[in-house]
């Protein structure tokens, strides 16, 4: 099977006050159904791993979950930055479905 690595990029809006989820933005768009992109594993720039809850109001905002929490303090933008990387088969019938 014939595959194409994807990635999307997106950024931590808020972290919020129990340090273990985040409120984020710029992956998907409004319109976009999330029932396919939840429990899809996410990264920051610093390495922490999580997984997309759902969404968080109507602009296309989402919740992500990390299950180490997230390292408070000081963090630049580079830190903020998430990323969702999967695989797309090119010949695949369903071309709404990603894998991990």
């Given at each position: 099977?014939?595959?194409?690595?994807?990635?999307?990029?997106?950024?931590i809006?808020?972290?919020?006050?129990?340090?273990?989820?985040?409120?984020?933005?710029?992956?998907?768009?409004?319109?976009?159904?999330?029932?396919?992109?939840?429990r899809?594993?996410?990264?920051t720039?610093?390495?922490?791993?999580?997984?997309?809850?759902?969404?968080?109001?109507?602009?296309?905002?989402?919740?992500?979950?990390?299950?180490?929490?997230?390292?408070?303090?000081?963090?630049?933008?580079?830190?903020?930055?998430?990323?969702?990387r999967?695989?797309?088969?090119?010949?695949?019938?369903?071309?709404?479905?990603?894998?991990?």
């Amino acid at each position: 099977m014939c595959m194409q690595l994807k990635e999307r990029q997106g950024s931590i809006e808020r972290i919020l006050p129990d340090g273990c989820s985040a409120v984020c933005k710029g992956l998907f768009k409004k319109e976009t159904d999330m029932a396919m992109f939840e429990r899809a594993k996410v990264t920051t720039g610093r390495g922490e791993e999580g997984y997309v809850e759902g969404k968080f109001g109507m602009s296309g905002k989402f919740k992500v979950q990390f299950a180490q929490g997230l390292q408070l303090g000081q963090r630049s933008v580079e830190d903020n930055v998430v990323y969702l990387r999967f695989k797309r088969f090119l010949f695949d019938q369903d071309k709404h479905r990603i894998r991990q």
